[in-house]
């Protein structure tokens, strides 16, 4: 378990897609660290039973919608400043993914997941550029090995997360003057995930997926979560426009063919 190292008590932090696997521990992590909490998704159940377990020590808000919907993401934002004020913390993880060949890809299904990935993170950082802590503010995108790594049956996925990571780029470019940091987080082979699942679906595929990784294992949702709360971190203070990996060095090993 993330142990609070890091303080964020007072801090506002905003987690789109904060209601299951990575992006639930990464919220975790944060309350945990003291920080108020908003969470959204699109599934009511999820959004209350996450707002509910996330009042570690303030209530958190949940709000139920869809980043391909700018206007609801917009409205959840307004809210939120409404009874919190401004976002510390800015993390977008809404995302899509199904494994299909290329060839066999509806031009729905490639759009479903570059809406919810890609064009869902501008709307998120779209909407959320005014009510950032000017300065201060740390924005975090989660993406994926597929923005720079082929991998076949993930053509949308690496067509969305390579423009996440651009736009990560480009804002960290426009937005630094304000005293904005934009980040991406790149999480690697991570255990108990519904992509882990669908990805590597037997106990043999997620053990040849181990031996692909320098480290020997599989990673943690706290693997992730904790690279975030760096990154949202003081510490943190001079690094924007950094996608960075957390994989435990698999993203290596696939460069050169693998090791398992």
Not at 140 to 161: D, E, G, L, R, T
Request: hydrophobic content about 45%; charged content about 20%.
């Amino acid at each position: 378990m993330t142990m609070p190292v890091f303080d964020f008590s007072g801090k506002n932090v905003f987690v789109f897609g904060g209601t299951s696997g990575i992006n639930l521990g990464i919220a975790h992590a944060f309350a945990r660290c003291g920080a108020q909490l908003a969470v959204a998704s699109r599934k009511p159940e999820k959004v209350e039973a996450a707002r509910s377990a996330l009042s570690h020590t303030h209530e958190a808000l949940g709000y139920v919608l869809d980043v391909r919907d700018f206007d609801a993401v917009k409205a959840a934002v307004d809210d939120h400043v409404t009874k919190r004020g401004k976002i510390d913390v800015l993390i977008s993880g809404a995302a899509g993914n199904f494994p299909a060949a290329a060839a066999a890809l509806s031009p729905n299904g490639f759009k479903s997941v570059v809406d919810i990935d890609c064009i869902g993170t501008f709307h998120v950082m779209r909407a959320a550029h005014e009510a950032l802590a000017k300065p201060g503010a740390s924005v975090i995108n989660i993406s994926a090995p597929q923005a720079f790594i082929p991998m076949a049956f993930q053509a949308h996925v690496c067509a969305a997360k390579a423009g996440v990571d651009m736009l990560t780029r480009t804002l960290a470019m426009e937005w630094g003057a304000e005293g904005v940091r934009v980040n991406s987080v790149s999480p690697g082979p991570i255990d108990g995930t519904e992509g882990m699942e669908r990805l590597a679906p037997t106990p043999e595929d997620k053990a040849r997926s181990a031996r692909a990784v320098p480290l020997g294992r599989l990673g943690t949702v706290d693997d992730v979560a904790d690279v975030c709360l760096f990154l949202a971190s003081d510490a943190a203070r001079y690094v924007s426009g950094v996608v960075l990996p957390a994989d435990g060095g698999w993203t290596v090993g696939r460069g050169f063919g693998g090791l398992g």
